[in-house]
């Protein structure tokens, strides 16, 4: 008998089955685990059908330490995670007056009867502990069958995300990690590969046992994770901080931060901080700079103004561009994103100007400027910088891409930082380890 | 013992199994072989383990007709798929010269040389079907095995996705329809719910038992897709295009289009192949109308100039809004949306100006105008359309759905059809049936 895998995850529900949405749970809880440094050993999902579900959940008993199982836990007729996880462990169903309470009184402040369908999101089997829900009307459970340790915990990615973080994990640590506690974090990176993120810092891991770092892509940034495990909290802790200090120290820059912020948050945040405002000037980039700028709450205290200059007439119209400029070296050049960055922060009177000018592609590429040819432009009262890049993607993603670095001048710019030139959105100089 | 599932699909990888990436290959496959009448049993993912690996297949083998194996065809250590696959099955590895040849030319042609590793993209079990793989190295295979048909297929989306449709899907179809031909399509639709899509066009499925039609969401938009099955391809044909032609006349303009077209490259086409230009004012969206409309390639013919004004100021600065017009109404506003529509239009010369302002949220909505609130408003030759929406979605989604609504403006006014009023994000007055 091989021994136990420490995860299996399963998912319950026939859209899956159908291709209907994309189950990123499964992902989603894999990742948060191995955060408590535990391995998921199989991925298996089943259709809304009590002996497929019973079939798989007796084989995950067997088989892993924890199962995590989604799905099924709703109202309606097609949801009997429940009851076919009382009859495959052999327990009886109690119905919970505590949330039997709840439920009913969601009902009467809706005016609405509820009927016996919704009582049933209030039978538990027996030895279940309760998860609450703030945030749905499908409470989770927990139980222990077999030396397996069960969570249940419904299909809705949000109710799913926050009963796994606050209900889920603490209890797995609790119980699991014996005399070894685990501390992790995610380090957001752009501007480094990931394998030479992993030759930057894969000593890390091997000088100590217990740490571990994982990476994983979420284009265009790489995030590293960071578990440092100890025999207590402690010490845990202080390991966790000497490990990311250590790795901010030899990336630099690199790390955009700690913790799941995307970077647009990041350099809003940073905006609203320091009070810094921004006006966009945009060609290839066709609005989605300003559109990333404005996606986040409050982003009027910062963007002022964007400007989508798809035309050479715009160009010289709206943004003062000289018309000999774009006709001497081309509207994707160094000149032309330079006089659009600087057009756009005098028109708005912002702090920060910034344009793109590009050839994003398939088509209108040539020799000189190849498809994936990006110049970017910033202006503020220090000056103006402008690099070109050659990127190598798609147009999707060679849009998102020259985004992503626009923003990145931002944070580096009101932070003080240098900001690269050519090589920049392939890789950044690597940081230097310790001789 | 039970009959036979249809599908299962196995994918095999550390990464998918440590959450580094959401295995949307699953859902695309099980999506598939619906539109072939075939419905998907089981998902599981496994460990590029070899066990592991042998252990699932074998388990598929007996319980599926159709196994679909996705991941570890590569060249690396870790790529053991086809190894385990051949054990499993009781087959030898058969080296193929072709292939082979194939891989030689490959390095050759790129002056690096081919390593052993390679050369094992060569092996296949014994009585394997290869499936060529004309964008990547790895070619897929085919193998019947104890009653089950197999597929084995490389991990990368795109090499997957082309294989599924060019070599999968067909073989599939000829093996086991047996004598019923399946013909299938999928049509887009916005506007209408999915239980309001059901109740109109339930009937043609209940009424024919040879027609199926399922339904799938792609946020704002949902799909429909038809299947029909009929002894012969001609009949299938002709039953497909008549259900499809009834499904159009019910819902009218609801139906976007037929395939996997978005709306944004719907809405392409149609202003190149009219000869339309478009300009665009954005508030609340902000750069994300443009963003979406500059998506697509050429895009630089018929998107003339995008503006993002986010303050009053550039509204009346660059737009020729009447302050005074702010002041009395707002700037969420009929008045203001208007304004900025013939605004953006007059200053580009476009034949389309288009205005979004309004309240995205999470913050700033008041009594009058709550979060949601939208306003979009088009100028053309023909005059000014300016409604008031009332969306109820989270920020991200509220200005998605903003961008999906301005789209379908354009869509329907370049095809002279009317742009319903307040109802319409969430539902168009319902197609009707015939008496």
Redesign the interface.
């Known amino acids: 008998m091989?021994p136990r895998d420490d995860v299996w995850v399963l998912t319950v529900g026939d859209e899956?089955?159908?291709?209907?949405?994309?189950?990123?749970n499964?992902?989603?809880?894999?990742?948060?685990l191995?955060r408590l440094d535990l391995?998921?050993?199989?991925?298996?999902?089943?259709?809304d059908d009590a002996?497929?579900i019973e079939e798989v959940m007796r084989e995950a008993v067997g088989r892993a330490r924890v199962v995590l199982v989604s799905g099924g836990l709703g109202p309606t007729r097609d949801d009997i995670t429940t009851e076919v996880a009382a009859r495959a462990l052999g327990r009886k169903l109690v119905r919970d007056v505590e949330v039997l309470e709840g439920i009913q009184g969601f009902f009467r402040s809706v005016g609405r009867e509820m009927t016996e369908n919704n009582a049933k999101q209030a039978d538990f089997p027996e030895g279940a502990e309760i998860l609450p829900n703030p945030i749905g009307t499908a409470p989770g459970f927990m139980l222990e069958a077999e030396g397996a340790l069960l969570f249940f915990m419904p299909g809705v990615p949000r109710e799913l995300y926050r009963m796994v973080d606050e209900q889920v994990l603490p209890r797995i640590a609790a119980r699991l990690s014996g005399d070894r506690l685990v501390r992790s974090t995610i380090l957001r990176t752009f501007g480094m590969g990931e394998s030479t993120l992993d030759r930057e810092l894969s000593d890390l891991a091997r000088d100590d046992p217990d740490v571990t770092l994982?990476?994983?892509?979420q284009f265009p940034d790489n995030l590293v994770r960071v578990v440092a495990r100890a025999p207590s909290e402690e010490v845990a802790t202080a390991k966790l901080v000497a490990v990311v200090e250590e790795i901010r120290r030899r990336l630099g820059p690199t790390v955009l931060g700690e913790g799941e912020r995307t970077l647009a948050e990041i350099v809003a945040e940073l905006l609203l901080e320091k009070g810094k405002t921004v006006a966009?000037a945009?060609s290839c980039?066709?609005?989605?700079?300003?559109?990333a700028?404005?996606?986040i709450?409050?982003?009027?205290g910062y963007?002022?103004?964007?400007?989508?200059?798809?035309?050479n007439a715009?160009k010289v119209?709206?943004l003062g561009v000289p018309p000999e400029l774009i006709e001497r070296h081309g509207a994707v050049s160094e000149e032309v994103a330079a006089a659009m960055a600087k057009g756009v922060r005098d028109?708005?009177g912002a702090n920060l100007g910034l344009a793109t000018t590009g050839v994003a592609?398939?088509?209108g590429g040539s020799e000189e400027k190849p498809v994936g040819t990006v110049v970017i432009g910033l202006s503020d009262a220090e000056g103006t910088v402008v690099h070109r890049y050659q990127l190598m993607r798609d147009?999707?993603r060679n849009?998102e891409l020259a985004v992503h670095v626009a923003l990145e001048w931002i944070r580096r710019r009101v932070l003080g930082i240098e900001i690269p030139g050519e090589t920049f959105p392939r890789a950044t100089p690597a940081g230097r380890r310790p001789a």
Do not use: W
């Not at 499964?26 to 948060?32: D, G, Q, T, V």
């Not at 066709?286 to 559109?291: E, P, Q, R, S, V």
């Not at 709450?297 to 009027?300: M, V």
């Not at 963007?303 to 035309?311: A, I, N, P, Q, R």
């Open positions: 091989s899956l089955l159908r291709g209907e949405i994309v189950d990123s499964k992902a989603f809880l894999s990742e948060r191995l391995e998921t050993g199989r991925h298996v999902t089943v259709p002996g497929a994982g990476f994983r892509t966009v945009e980039t066709g609005g989605l700079l300003t559109g700028l404005t996606d709450p409050g982003s009027s963007l002022l103004e964007g400007v989508v200059t798809y035309s715009s119209r709206d028109r708005s592609g398939p088509g147009r999707t849009r």
